[in-house]
C-alpha cells in the first residue's frame, strides 16, 4: 500500500526566504507526482506534474525535483512572499492503470511579512 | 475555458439523511474522480468515473455511491450519513487516464 508522508507539517518563515518542502513515498512504482496548493477551505490547484521519467520541472518562482528510486520528491520555493501561504500536497499516480492519487498530509506554510 | 465546477458549495444535512453532489468537468475531460478530504488531512479517493462505469473504488462503504453522465458529468451519492462524513468533498477531473489532474472548489458537507 502506497503511503505519502510530508515534512514539515508546517514551516513559518520570514519573506524572501528560500525554501525546500519534502514528500517521501513507499512505492518507488509510480506513473507521476504532482504538487498542489490548497488555500483555506478551497480546493486544489495544480502547481507542478513530474512524470516518473523526468528530474525535475519548474514554474516561475517553484522547482519540483523527482527521485524515484529513492522515494522522494521536494519542492523549491524561491524568495517566498505572504501570497504563498497555503497548504502544499503532494500526490502520486501508480503506474497500473487508472489515476487515483495518493496524498500525503501537507505542509502548511506561512510566509510573514 | 471553465475549469472543474461543484454543487452546492456549502451543505449542511441531519444525520440519516441522504445527500447528492455534483461536478461537471473541465472542458474535455472524460475521467472523474471523488475525494474526501477531512480537516487537517489529505484528501482519500473515494471512486473514479470514466464511460460512465466506476473503474476504481477507494475504501468507502457502499453508502458512498456515483453516476456519471455521457457529458461526462458526475454525481456523487451518500446514504445514511453519519456525523464523520462531514468533510470537504472534491472532484477531479482528467483526460484519459494517467495524466494530470485538475480539481474543482469543492463542497463543505457538514452533518448535524
Known amino acids: 500500500k502506497q503511503e505519502v508522508t510530508q515534512i514539515p507539517a508546517a514551516l513559518s518563515v520570514p519573506e524572501g526566504e528560500n525554501l525546500v518542502l519534502n514528500c517521501s513515498f513507499t512505492?518507488?512504482?509510480?506513473?507521476?507526482l504532482q504538487w498542489f496548493r490548497q488555500d483555506p477551505g478551497k480546493g486544489l490547484t495544480s502547481l507542478l506534474l513530474?512524470?516518473?521519467?523526468?528530474r525535475e520541472q519548474t514554474s516561475g518562482r517553484l522547482n519540483a525535483s523527482l527521485d524515484k528510486s529513492s522515494g522522494r520528491s521536494t519542492l523549491y520555493i524561491a524568495a517566498s512572499q505572504p501570497g504563498d501561504s497555503a497548504t502544499y500536497l503532494c500526490?502520486?499516480?501508480?503506474?497500473?492503470?487508472?489515476?487515483?492519487?495518493?496524498f500525503g498530509e501537507g505542509t502548511q506554510l506561512t510566509v510573514n511579512p | 475555458d471553465a475549469g472543474v465546477t461543484q454543487s452546492p458549495t456549502h451543505l449542511i444535512k441531519t444525520r440519516g439523511q441522504q445527500v447528492t453532489l455534483r461536478c461537471s468537468p473541465k472542458?474535455?475531460?472524460?475521467?472523474v474522480s471523488w475525494y474526501q478530504q477531512a480537516l487537517g488531512q489529505g484528501p482519500q479517493f473515494i471512486f473514479q468515473?470514466?464511460?460512465?462505469?466506476?473503474?476504481q473504488r477507494g475504501n468507502f462503504p457502499d453508502r458512498f455511491s456515483g453516476h456519471q453522465f455521457p457529458n461526462y458529468s458526475s454525481e456523487l451519492n451518500v446514504n445514511a450519513l453519519l456525523l464523520g462524513d462531514s468533510a470537504l468533498y472534491l472532484c477531479?477531473?482528467?483526460?484519459?487516464?494517467?495524466?494530470?489532474?485538475?480539481f474543482g472548489q469543492g463542497t463543505r458537507l457538514t452533518v448535524v
Open positions: 477531479a477531473s482528467s483526460l484519459v487516464s494517467n495524466t494530470e489532474a485538475f
Open positions: 512505492d518507488s512504482a509510480i506513473y507521476n
Open positions: 513530474i512524470q516518473s521519467s523526468q
Open positions: 500526490a502520486v499516480r501508480p503506474e497500473t492503470s487508472g489515476s487515483r492519487l495518493t
Open positions: 472542458s474535455g475531460h472524460d475521467t
Open positions: 468515473y470514466y464511460e460512465e462505469e466506476e473503474r
